[in-house]
């Protein structure tokens, strides 16, 4: 047993207020702008608030802000002051955020803790649960190095495909990797889209209907995970219809009793996505 006390820090974007879990876990939360009103996420805007308002008001656009570096600073001291000698803070991917090097600049800033910045490559669910196997396993004891080791698994073995209902949310936040060639009409098209291993929102296939989009991410996510041992999440904008339209569907394929775990995601991710969006992953269990 190791006589350090490690911490774990999330941000916003893990989505992690949709969970129900009994660890300690600090969230960094971004600022979502609705015109000109501000919230902080979920605490002064919940997903289902914020999907309501821009669905009921077409004149609202989106965008969100990252975490201060002096609101991560006093995270840090916070936790330092209660006597955690290290922290464990999961990022959103760094091509999608600048949470990630704002957090180390941070920890630059802060004596007597040891922070160690962790890039998730990803958004959401496998974010989520990178940051809750952290807090798991510094419950049981185990070390720093070896809880990364874990991360760095699941970050590994993981995998995002989702579908937009419209495309003009990622775009104009800038938040779609290789944008080019989906400008004037291109936007209506519903493409597939994944997050690359590197972390970035990228294109797979150009689609004309939603419907079919999400056909083919079904298909895609039943090719990839066929004879494998995984554990398969959706998460979704505000679409529960279309959540149970491909949960029904892959626990047919599947011949699974289990729920799929879902969750919705919170208007720091929906902000990007849109609404109606609908995302289908795994990550395969070590």
Request: one cysteine or more; a negative charge; proline letters at 4%.
């Amino acid at each position: 047993m190791s006589h350090k006390k490690i911490g774990v820090i999330a941000d916003t974007n893990a989505c992690l207020d949709y969970f129900e879990h009994p660890y300690d876990i600090k969230i960094l939360r971004s600022m979502i702008h609705l015109n000109d009103a501000s919230y902080l996420d979920h605490i002064e805007l919940t997903a289902e608030d914020f999907y309501t308002q821009i669905s009921a008001d077409k004149t609202i656009f989106p965008r969100t802000s990252q975490p201060p570096t002096e609101k991560m600073i006093e995270t840090y001291q916070t936790m330092r002051d209660a006597g955690y000698t290290d922290v464990i803070v999961v990022t959103i991917s760094q091509h999608m955020s600048g949470i990630y090097s704002a957090a180390q600049v941070a920890a630059s800033k802060v004596d007597g803790l040891n922070v160690h910045v962790f890039d998730s490559k990803s958004v959401a669910y496998p974010e989520a649960i990178m940051a809750l196997t952290a807090a798991e396993r510094a419950a049981e004891g185990e070390d720093v190095a070896t809880i990364l080791k874990a991360l760095e698994h699941i970050r590994d073995h993981n995998r995002v495909f989702f579908a937009v209902d419209t495309l003009a949310y990622l775009v104009k936040n800038g938040r779609l990797s290789n944008a080019q060639g989906f400008m004037g009409s291109m936007l209506k098209i519903k493409p597939l889209l994944h997050i690359s291993k590197e972390g970035k929102v990228e294109n797979v296939e150009k689609i004309r209907t939603f419907k079919k989009a999400v056909d083919r991410l079904i298909e895609r996510f039943l090719q990839e995970v066929d004879g494998r041992d995984v554990e398969p999440f959706i998460c979704h904008a505000n679409n529960p219809e279309t959540r149970d339209y491909i949960a029904s569907r892959i626990q047919e394929a599947r011949k699974m009793d289990d729920t799929i775990f879902s969750m919705p995601l919170t208007p720091a991710v929906g902000a990007h996505a849109g609404p109606g969006a609908v995302g289908i992953g795994y990550y395969i269990k070590p």
